[in-house]
Every structure is written in C-alpha cells, then in structure tokens.
C-alpha cells in the first residue's frame, strides 16, 4: 500500500475527485487504482471563502507499490506504515483462573474485548449499573436533584465518557495502530462510521449509550462475563501478589491478574490502595470553569461564510494563554452545540463537565477554562490532589446554594469582579439550575487571576468569547486523575505482582481513546504473563 497525504479537495467534492487527485498524484490513470482508504480526514478553513478536506490515504495501485517507489516519488508519497493492530496472544490451555477487570470505562471494556478475543473469558466488575438504567439514575439527579453515589455521570456502565460529546481524539503515538484499532471496534459497534477517518471524531451521547451495549454484548458473546454494583472494596494481596478481589457483599474473586481501570473518581479505591501500601504519587491536573456562548456566534467567528454549511459542521476552538501570574489557561473538553453537566459522584459536592449529542444542536457552545495544578499546590501525600478537589467541589456546593444547582456568574460581572443577579441573552444550560452569584471563592485565586486575564486575550482571537452575557459555571475539578498509581515495564504495579492499573484512574491515560488504547496494552501485558506464568 501507498500512503499519500496532503490530498485537497473542496468539501463539495465527489467520490470520482478523490480517484482523480490520487491518480495525478501518482502519475496514474484512474481505472490503475485498484482502492483508496482513507486515513484521516482534516478540514482545512484557513481560506475562508474555499474550506477544503485534507486527505491522508492509503492507496492500492495496479502495477504495484514497489514499481511505483523504486520509480521516485513526490514528497506526499511513501510506503504505507498502517499495518491492522492484532489482538494477540492467543489463551493457553487449561489456565486456573480468568484475569478480572475492574471498572467498565473504556479501559476496561477495551481490556475486556481484548481478552475476550484472545480466548481468556474475563470477569468485569462494574460498581455501576448497566448503562440504561444508569441513564435513568443520571437523568433523575439531572432533573430532581438526588444523587445516587454509585450511579452517575462517573460511575456504571460505560465510565465517565458514557454521558459526553464522545470525542475521540489522542495525542498519544500509536505506532502499533490500536487507537484505530479501537476506532475500528467502535465503528462496529454502531458508533457512525467516518469516526475511522475523521480528525475530530466525535458520538455523542445516545449513539455512545448503544456502542456502550454492543460492546458488553460482544465481549460476553466471546466468552466474557460482566457484573453490575459489584463494587471492589479491597484487593487481597499475599507476598507482594494480588490473589483476588473482596467485593463490597463480602464475597470473594479468586484471580492472580487484575486489571484495575477504575477512572479517576473512585476516591474511595484510592484511599483503599493507599491504606494496602499500593505504590501511589500525586500527580498534575487542572481545575477550572465552564464558559458557555451562543454556538452560532463561534461558528462566525470560526468558519466565516461556511457558517451554517452542513459539510463543515459545528466550529470547535482550542485556545492557550500563559498569564503573568506564571499560570497557564487552557479550554479543555470543548462541546459545540451541547449542555453543560452536573457530573458530582460525591453527595454534597458539585463538579460541572460538557457533553453534547451527535448533530451537536443545542444552541450553547461550552467549554472548560482551567488552570493547571501542580502538587506543590495542595497537600501533601498521595491523596492531596484528591483531598483539594474535594475541599473545592464541596465550596462550590455550597455556593450554589446546597442543593445541587451550580454557581454562575455572567462573564461582564466576572471581569468586573461583582456578582451577577441573572441570566442576559445566554441561558445556562446546566440542570438542575444554577444560582447566579460571585465565582471568585469557587477557586483558588491564582486560577481566578488567571482566567481573568485569560477572557479578553481570548476574546482577541475568538470576537465576542468575552461577550458580558457569556455564562461561567463553577466548578470543573474532574480534568484528569489527581493520582498516578504506578506501575513498570511489564505494565505491574511497582508493589503488587499480578496488578495491572491502567486507563485515566491509574494516571496512565486522560480521555476515551487513549484510555481505551491503554486497557488493550494492560490486556496484551497480562495475557502474556498468564501464558507465561500457566495461571
Ligand atoms: C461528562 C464527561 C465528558 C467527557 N467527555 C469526553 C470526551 O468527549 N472525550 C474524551 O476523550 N474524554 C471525555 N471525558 C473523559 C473520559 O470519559 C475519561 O477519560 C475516560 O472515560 C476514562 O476511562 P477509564 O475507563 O480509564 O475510566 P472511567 O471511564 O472513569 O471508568 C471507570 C469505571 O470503573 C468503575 N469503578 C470505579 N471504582 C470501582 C470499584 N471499586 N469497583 C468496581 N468498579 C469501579 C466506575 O464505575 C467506572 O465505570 C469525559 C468525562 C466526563 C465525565
């Protein structure tokens, strides 16, 4: 196969133009391409008035790749490197016992597809409940204000990415090709099918919801099993190895390989880890607050005449700033056209984050304005970060009232420094309801400084981003793990023989895609030790 990149065709173009531009690439005919998969997919809007796509692809020509190589290519042509990631070993014969994952985030369903392809039936473990009625229990804390600890937008089936804009991309190298590899498995799991090949994939949440069922179907098809509000309470370890899981019904799991994907909010799992002696440091993250802004004053601002083009979709933004006060601000988790969410899993506590639909139409663009946190700001120990988190989720809170409604401040009040009494021409989205009031307590005051000066800096790059009816919503704590559970080459804790941590909770991973990648590394790691090890 060849690999050509730097393709471009306007985003109107046709089936046939593709083949076209190929072969003038290569110096072919058309009828002489025998196919073309597309690798990524760029939308390229630098030219406002002729946005175009920008292909990477994979060609099959034929007379032959190497004819066509040992001739001397243009620069955008080589060898293809995409070779189709396997999952592999396969299980030996008569193993004792299955490897267990805990957790069925996107680590730990991908550790389980993977294991389950490979021959070894794994056990998961879900606290949460199967991801309907979980949507159920969600929808409820939404709408009603009653939080179930173990039911929410962190924990049950499908992690803390089930109830998101779904966004699927990485900045890991994937060198092996399993970040595809998972696009691959989602695809045919009923995710939409140019998430393979676009360069900002996204689901949405209630296409994600279905992908979330299929794969517990496939994985239990391949031999797995799966078990609802079984909640790991501790690890039982002798002589430095794991040798099973107590549940929280008292009931042991027998099982010397453990996954343990359990996302970066089961602050509890953490605080057992750190009580066994399993090898924990604190580690960076970011808090912050979600701005919202009319959806279609981004998309002017973003894609110009192509504003309400169908082709080109809803206009996104990245934006960086380094504040004199040495700190750094950052939108994170940007959602166009989507709501932002209440996402606690702790009572009496309050923790915003974003999602947003497939179209992407609801009428708000959000995004989280955070500052990063390093362990020199909080206490020390393991459990700092986690411990500061909670002390700013519980404030936030009570700012809100007590009751589950967020704080909320309009961005011309939060410049000036006073409080705001209400909503102007942007209406809050998140449910259950916010309480308008002064944001400058919901945070630490450099992160306050910070995303002060950040907001008219902003505003230079995206016209209108410090619009004074803008909303900001209190507080975004959950970025990533305030906790790197560490582990070594062969993908073990540095403590626990047989303990695999992985994925976003173990600080090993941060978002769906390269979380997902990590749990199918952890898998291929302990497959290769249970085979080794014939247990
Ligand atoms: C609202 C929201 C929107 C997001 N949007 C995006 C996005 O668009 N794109 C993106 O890439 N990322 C997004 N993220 C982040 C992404 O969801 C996480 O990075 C990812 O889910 C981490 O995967 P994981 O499997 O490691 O952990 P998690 O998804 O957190 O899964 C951990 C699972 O372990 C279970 N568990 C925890 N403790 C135990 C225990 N003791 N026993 C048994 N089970 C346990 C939990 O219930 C949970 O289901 C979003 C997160 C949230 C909350």
């Not at 620069?75 to 267990?100: I, M, T």
């Not at 689901?203 to 517990?216: D, Q, S």
């Not at 002017?300 to 169908?310: F, T, Y």
Request: glycine content about 10%; overall charge positive.
């Amino acid at each position: 196969m060849l690999r050509l990149t730097d393709i471009r065709l306007p985003v109107d173009h046709d089936g046939r133009a593709l083949k076209e531009a190929v072969a003038l690439a290569l110096g072919l005919r058309p009828d002489e391409i025998l196919d073309i998969s597309i690798f990524r997919r760029a939308y390229d809007a630098r030219k406002k008035s002729a946005p175009s796509f920008v292909y990477t692809l994979d060609v099959s020509v034929s007379c032959g790749d190497e004819l066509l190589i040992n001739k001397g290519l243009a620069p955008n042509v080589s060898k293809s490197p995409y070779r189709e990631f396997e999952f592999a070993p396969k299980a030996r014969p008569g193993l004792a016992l299955r490897p267990v994952i805990v957790g069925a985030g996107p680590c730990g369903y991908f550790a389980g597809l993977a294991l389950a392809k490979m021959g070894f039936n794994p056990l998961i473990l879900e606290r949460g409940k199967p991801v309907k009625q979980r949507a159920a229990d969600t929808f409820s804390f939404w709408k009603k204000a009653v939080l179930d600890p173990e039911s929410n937008v962190q924990f049950g089936e499908g992690g803390a990415g089930a109830f998101s804009d779904g966004k699927l991309t990485t900045r890991i190298k994937d060198r092996q090709f399993i970040a595809r590899k998972v696009l691959f498995e989602l695809v045919n799991a009923g995710a939409p099918p140019e998430i393979a090949f676009v360069s900002k994939p996204h689901i949405g949440t209630y296409k994600l919801m279905g992908v979330v069922e299929n794969l517990r179907k496939a994985i239990l098809s391949l031999g797995g099993e799966i078990r609802f509000t079984a909640r790991v309470e501790e690890l039982v370890i002798k002589d430095g190895a794991i040798c099973g899981v107590r549940l929280a019904d008292g009931s042991l799991v027998e099982s010397k390989t453990i996954i343990l994907a359990v996302g970066h909010s089961a602050r509890d799992t953490y605080e057992m880890l750190h009580r066994l002696g399993v090898a924990l440091e604190p580690k960076p993250f970011s808090m912050g607050l979600r701005i919202e802004h009319p959806q279609a004053l981004i998309n002017r601002q973003q894609l110009g005449s192509n504003a309400d083009n169908p082709l080109v979709g809803q206009a996104d933004y990245s934006l960086v700033h380094h504040a004199s006060n040495k700190r750094t601000v950052y939108t994170f988790c940007m959602c166009p056209g989507g709501k932002v969410l209440a996402a606690a899993s702790e009572k009496n506590a309050l923790v915003t984050n974003g999602m947003s639909q497939y179209a992407r139409d609801d009428v708000n663009a959000n995004s989280a304005l955070v500052v990063g946190v390093e362990p020199a700001d909080y206490p020390p120990g393991p459990l700092g970060g986690m411990e500061f988190q909670r002390q700013w989720e519980q404030k936030a809170f009570e700012l809100g009232g007590g009751n589950y409604f967020a704080p909320a401040q309009l961005v011309g009040d939060f410049l000036a420094a006073r409080p705001s009494s209400g909503a102007g021409a942007v209406t809050p989205s998140y449910k259950p309801g916010v309480r308008f009031a002064e944001l400058a307590s919901s945070l630490p005051g450099y992160i306050i400084e910070a995303i002060r000066e950040a907001i008219p800096v902003f505003d230079r790059k995206i016209k209108g981003f410090a619009m004074p009816d803008a909303v900001l919503t209190g507080v975004e704590t959950r970025t990533s793990s305030p906790v790197r559970i560490l582990r070594d080459e062969t993908g073990q804790s540095l403590t626990v023989k047989g303990l695999y941590p992985a994925g976003e909770g173990a600080g090993q991973a941060g978002g769906i895609l390269s979380s997902a990648v990590d749990g199918i590394k952890a898998a291929v790691k302990a497959a290769e030790k249970m085979n080794r090890e014939g247990e």
